[in-house]
């Protein structure tokens, strides 16, 4: 093609980054399609009837699903989840063991944020002493975290950088749901506005687009180079 010379370097770079730029593109849109789908199961999870902590192992997918929890906190056996963020704002979840009287289960409720803002002083809360109701619902990551140290600290409440569950219920000799149960707002909970997901549908098709608009500005780039290029060397 006489009128089209765009040269090997250039059309090198094409061939790698263009794929690239789209892939990430699709990508993009893929998790907008993940993230309507957790909002969707969120929304149809809260609209139907709460379960016992019992039935949480008898369901496939348990994410999101309300439970109704009957009994009491064990104040001794306190867990800090280290490094969480609100508003700017360093702090950290509060874990505690909870025994439903009803089912005679142990699951592990996550009663909110606390803030930590001098970690020369460990962060206060208190543990109703009084058989509670509350509702909370189960909280089950869809992928496993990057984690560089999973050591826990010693003595309590216990300081920890990341939730794993069967290792909790290992430490305490305990035979618990395996699955983080999120307190809802109530008078046992401190700051729970948990977020379903931390991006919303829309910002990924946004990102999406700035990702094909890269593509078509590589290629029209391109072309204009490869048209240049071409007619320079007629001159």
Request: charge should be neutral.
């Amino acid at each position: 093609m006489s009128g089209f010379k765009p040269g090997v370097i250039p059309t090198l770079v094409v061939l790698c980054l263009l794929p690239f730029l789209v892939w990430l593109g699709f990508w993009q849109l893929e998790r907008a399609d993940q993230k309507r789908d957790m909002l969707a199961r969120q929304e149809a999870r809260e609209a139907a009837a709460p379960l016992g902590p019992e039935q949480i192992e008898t369901l496939q997918d348990p994410a999101y699903a309300r439970i109704n929890l009957q009994g009491s906190f064990d104040a001794e056996h306190s867990f800090l989840l280290d490094s969480r963020t609100r508003d700017g704002r360093v702090g950290v979840e509060l874990l505690q063991p909870f025994q439903d009287q009803p089912s005679g289960r142990w699951v592990l409720v996550n009663r909110g944020w606390l803030p930590w803002p001098d970690r020369r002083i460990p962060p206060k809360f208190d543990t109703p002493d009084r058989p509670l109701k509350l509702s909370a619902w189960v909280y089950a990551p869809s992928g496993e975290p990057f984690i560089l140290n999973r050591r826990m600290a010693e003595g309590w409440p216990r300081l920890i950088n990341h939730v794993e569950v069967e290792d909790i219920w290992q430490l305490l000799d305990r035979d618990g749901i395996k699955y983080q149960l999120r307190l809802e707002p109530g008078p046992a909970a401190y700051r729970a506005d948990w977020p379903v997901t931390f991006m919303q549908p829309q910002q990924h098709v946004g990102y999406a687009v700035q990702w094909f608009a890269l593509a078509a500005a590589l290629l029209a780039l391109f072309i204009y180079f490869g048209v240049h290029q071409a007619r320079g060397s007629k001159q």
